[in-house]
């Protein structure tokens, strides 16, 4: 069965500081990947997935994820941090078939440091 | 265009108590999805409709029901809360069912049962 794990439940990283969120993924085939982002009391909001062609793919907000086949990897970049980017994210995986459903990881919380 | 909204946005139940959550989207969106969130367990999906009049169980269906009564609308029902429904529930919608459609999120609604 597929799944995804985000090894790290939390990540603390300085203002103006690069970041790299990880996703790991268990499937048999290529899946439909995706980052998403959950901001205080909100919803949550795509920020990029990935289904086919280039591997490194860019999102909403300066964020992007680089899909690497053979580390089954889906991990989230930023360059550098902004304060207002201190949320919850959550990498989430979808299957070819149209009647199975997508799988979210458990989510790493990022703090950001003044 | 309000997108996904959710009603109630908080609310406290008794243990035995019942009570309907409502999602409404105003996208014309086919596949609508319950989720809960809990601390360190990510997304887990409830139950999901792939169209008016239809519903199918999720991940977690267990103590909830749903109907699917007009297309921009999902109830979740709670006939008879416990303390482990605590919880926040988010409601999603896509144009279809495939994974290569974002999911829309509601901004969610905190429940506790005491």
């Known amino acids: 069965a597929q799944s995804v794990t985000q090894p790290d439940i939390h990540i603390t990283v300085s203002e103006g500081a690069s970041l790299e969120l990880r996703c790991n993924y268990s499937?048999?085939?290529?899946?439909?990947l995706f980052w998403y982002v959950q901001s205080p009391g909100q919803g949550l909001q795509l920020l990029l997935k990935?289904?086919?062609?280039?591997?490194l793919v860019q999102g909403i907000k300066g964020f992007e994820a680089e899909f690497k086949r053979s580390q089954s990897s889906f991990n989230l970049r930023k360059p550098s941090v902004h304060w207002s980017d201190a949320a919850e994210y959550f990498c989430?995986?979808?299957?070819?078939?149209?009647?199975?459903?997508?799988?979210f990881g458990k989510g790493t919380r990022l703090h950001i440091l003044p | 265009n309000a997108g996904v909204t959710q009603t109630p946005k908080f609310r406290v139940l008794k243990t035995g108590q019942s009570m309907t959550l409502l999602c409404a989207q105003d996208?014309?969106?086919?596949?609508m999805y319950w989720y809960r969130q809990d601390p360190g367990m990510g997304l887990r999906l409830i139950h999901y409709?792939?169209?008016?009049?239809?519903?199918a169980k999720g991940e977690v269906p267990d103590g909830y029901n749903v109907s699917r009564l007009k297309k921009q609308n999902f109830l979740l029902g709670l006939e008879s809360a416990a303390p482990s429904q605590t919880s926040v529930y988010f409601c999603?919608?896509?144009?279809?069912?495939?994974?290569?459609?974002?999911?829309?999120f509601g901004p969610g609604t905190r429940l506790l049962v005491l």
């Open positions: 999603a919608s896509t144009i279809a069912g495939t994974m290569q459609e974002t999911q829309y």
């Open positions: 499937y048999g085939a290529t899946p439909y």
């Open positions: 990935y289904f086919s062609g280039d591997t």
């Open positions: 989430a995986v979808g299957p070819m078939n149209r009647d199975d459903k997508i799988i």
């Open positions: 996208m014309n969106h086919e596949y």
């Open positions: 409709s792939v169209g008016e009049g239809t519903t």
